[in-house]
Each structure stands twice: as structure tokens, then as C-alpha cells.
């Protein structure tokens, strides 16, 4: 039943459509053209299609079938934006050896998009009763600040969702969040020769970077959670003093928090304020802010949630379920926090983000397998 060819054909055009996130490549085209791609394959199985603009080039696309009842509505969900290509031999190029298929995007992740449309094909074609709603949501931005998602959740209801970020078919239940924020230290501008004047910033983030390392080996050292792992914390850009042979005046450095589920925003903050608070006491002329830039939660579905159950027996058919969760935060966090149960699960591949990306197909066609069954089972 499941057409492997289609599937095949539908993912090599996925992955020569360009949708680099025009947030990370300057001049990118971003999901517009995908997304008619999309629209036109769903339309033609005679889903509800409707294509929301968020801004130029960007858009999120929504394919609805009516259930025949009132049963459960299920969503299952993809980002059609990737990374860029820079460094990449043939990215657009979708060249298939060994059954894989090769290109940015196979695997991160338009193999997804291409196992969900190959099981709109079968339940659209055999015309597959289900008594609740199946909803298709392809979305943008997923690779830089999920406006697609944030857009996306404003309108969207569903008893369940599925992301469909890879997992190598494992059944992933959440990930951690994060938090980035910006450490500034305040120095005070002078000739470099003026000792007695000028005070470094760079010097003061050097206390800041010290304390940094400890709480960092300190969090990755305990609380480990048994499908995330630990807590983390780096420090990604540095940017501090303007010339040779003047005082720094200032120093910024972004600091990038990863969390477990239980850890809140005030909490994390708190930490850090404190840690700054610390080496004032010590240092009169220690002056620092900190600012919280962005924040996500961290997600978690528990292991006997309805859409989790389902899931596990529709997986078993293909390979003994096994249980993961992700260290990196995923759109699923805004639909979970929304109030929709939501789960992972995605193809087999390698190379995300990398410079050669690629997706099995095998596992493309299993995937489809296994959302045909858990929407089968679930839209009751
Ligand atoms: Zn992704």
C-alpha cells in the first residue's frame, strides 16, 4: 500500500526546492516555494489547504481532512526551512546511493514532510476512515526562532501531535530548554598607559568567564535526567574593547543555558544575577548586567500519555520501540506548552547541519507506515 516511488520522487523534489531560513543565509528564499509545492500535492488529495503569509517569503501551510465523527483530532507536524549550505558539494541535489538520499534538508527534515505526504496519499486514495480530524502543519522558521510554530498555535487545535524531527524511528519524548542571555561588564575607557584611570572590561568578563566554567562543570556534574541527561551552559560569542592602547570599556558575552523540565525562568536568572552579585562583593569595582534574550521550556509527555501508547504499538511492526529524549529544543515545546500532547518521531540519517546530509529511505517509508497506523489508531 505504501507507494515507495511516490514517496521517492516527492522527497528528491523537497530537497531541490531551496528553503534555506533566510534568518541564517542572508538572501535566502525562505518556505514560500515549498510550501506551494506542498499545497498543490495535499489540494490535489482534496485536503483543506489553506497557506498563512507570516511575512514576505515566509508561510506556514495547514492541510486539513474532516473525520467522519467526532473522534480524537491528531496533528502531525514538519518544519520545511533548513539550515544553509555554505562549504556543501551539491546540496539541491538530491542524488541517491545505497538507499540514501543525499541533499541539505533530507534528513532535517524533508524525508518527514515526504512520509507524511506519502500517508495522505493512502488515506486520501483508499479513503481511509477516520472519525476525528487528521491535520497536516508545515511550518517556517523552525531552524531560527520558530515564528512558523508561534504563528501556527495562535488557530491550531488537536487532541495530539507528532513532530516529526528526526529520532532514527526511536519514540522521543521531549528535550531540555534553553535560555541565552547577555553579560555585560562595565570598564572604564582610558589611554593604555593611564593605569591609574582606565579600568578593563575584558579583565572584569575574565572573573565572569571563571565563574561561568565552574557552574558550568558543576551543572553538567548532577541532576541527571534519565532521557535528557544533564544541564548545561557555554558561552557562544564574546565581544569586548574597541582598540589597541585604550582601556576596554565594555564586554559583552552571550551565555547559552541548557535546562531540564522542573528548572524555571526565574530560577536560571536568579543564578546568574547571583553569580554577578558574588563578584561585587569581592571586587568594588566590579560592574556587570545581565539580560535575558530569549527563552524556551523545556518539554516533557509521559510514557503513558493515549498518543505515546499508540505511537508504541504502531512503531512495533518495524522495530522494537525504544525510548529517547532529545538534548536540543524543538518546536514540540511550543505545542506541548500550548496544551497539545506531543511526541517525536522521525526517519534514520546523518549529517544535520553538516556538510553531507542524508536520510535512509527505508526509513522514510516505515515512518509513513507508522503515522498511517497511529492516526488510524488514534483518530477514533
Ligand atoms: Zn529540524
Not at 11 to 18: E, G, P, R, S, Y
Not at 140 to 164: M, P, Q, R, Y
Not at 171 to 186: A, D, M, S
Not at 241 to 262: D, K, M, N
Amino acid at each position: 500500500m505504501i507507494d515507495e516511488a511516490f514517496i521517492t520522487k516527492t522527497l528528491a523534489d523537497l530537497v531541490k526546492i531551496n528553503s534555506v531560513n533566510p534568518a541564517l543565509e542572508k538572501g535566502a528564499p525562505g518556505e514560500a516555494e515549498i510550501g506551494t509545492y506542498i499545497f498543490n500535492i495535499l489540494s490535489s488529495l482534496n485536503f483543506e489547504c489553506t497557506i498563512n503569509t507570516i511575512s514576505p517569503g515566509r508561510v506556514n501551510l495547514v492541510a486539513k481532512r474532516r473525520g467522519s465523527g467526532n473522534g480524537q483530532s491528531l496533528m502531525l507536524n514538519a518544519h520545511m526551512d533548513t539550515v544553509g549550505v555554505e562549504g556543501m558539494a551539491n546540496p539541491f541535489g538530491s542524488v541517491i546511493r545505497d538507499g540514501k538520499l543525499y541533499g541539505r534538508g533530507a534528513y532535517d527534515m524533508k524525508g518527514s514532510i515526504a512520509a507524511i505526504l506519502g500517508m495522505a496519499k493512502i488515506v486520501s486514495e483508499n479513503n481511509i476512515n477516520l472519525s476525528g480530524d487528521l491535520i497536516l502543519t508545515f511550518v517556517a522558521d523552525e531552524e531560527h526562532e520558530s515564528l512558523g510554530a508561534f504563528e501556527l498555535i495562535k488557530n491550531i487545535k488537536a487532541d495530539a501531535c507528532i513532530v516529526t524531527e528526526p529520532t532514527d524511528l526511536k519514540i522521543c519524548l521531549g528535550h531540555r530548554g534553553f535560555g541565552v542571555y547577555e553579560i555585560t561588564t562595565e570598564g572604564k575607557v582610558a589611554h593604555g598607559g593611564l593605569h591609574r584611570e582606565g579600568v578593563d572590561a575584558n579583565l572584569k568578563m575574565g572573573l565572569v568567564l571563571n565563574e561561568l566554567n565552574q557552574l558550568s562543570k558543576q551543572l553538567s556534574s548532577e541532576n541527571t535526567h534519565p532521557l535528557f541527561g544533564e544541564r548545561s551552559l557555554h558561552v557562544p560569542l564574546i565581544n569586548g574593547g574597541q582598540s589597541l592602547f585604550i582601556y576596554a570599556g565594555a564586554c559583552t558575552a552571550h551565555v547559552e543555558r541548557r535546562t531540564l523540565p522542573g528548572e524555571t525562568q526565574v530560577e536560571v536568572f536568579e543564578e546568574l544575577q547571583n553569580m554577578l552579585r558574588q563578584l561585587n562583593k569581592q571586587d568594588k569595582s566590579f560592574k556587570a548586567t545581565l539580560k535575558q534574550k530569549i527563552w524556551r521550556d523545556p518539554y516533557e509527555i509521559k510514557r503513558e500519555s493515549k498518543i505515546v501508547d499508540v505511537l508504541n504499538k504502531s512503531v512495533l511492526p518495524y522495530c522494537a520501540p525504544e525510548y529517547i529524549g532529545h538534548t536540543w529544543w524543538e518546536d514540540s515545546g511550543i505545542f506541548g506548552a500550548a496544551g497539545i500532547p506531543t511526541v517525536i518521531i522521525g526517519p534514520k540519517g546523518g549529517g544535520i547541519h553538516q556538510h553531507e546530509e542524508w536520510v535512509d529511505l527505508e526509513s522514510v517509508y516505515n515512518l509513513t507506515g507508522i503515522l498511517l497506523k497511529t492516526a488510524t489508531n488514534f483518530c477514533q
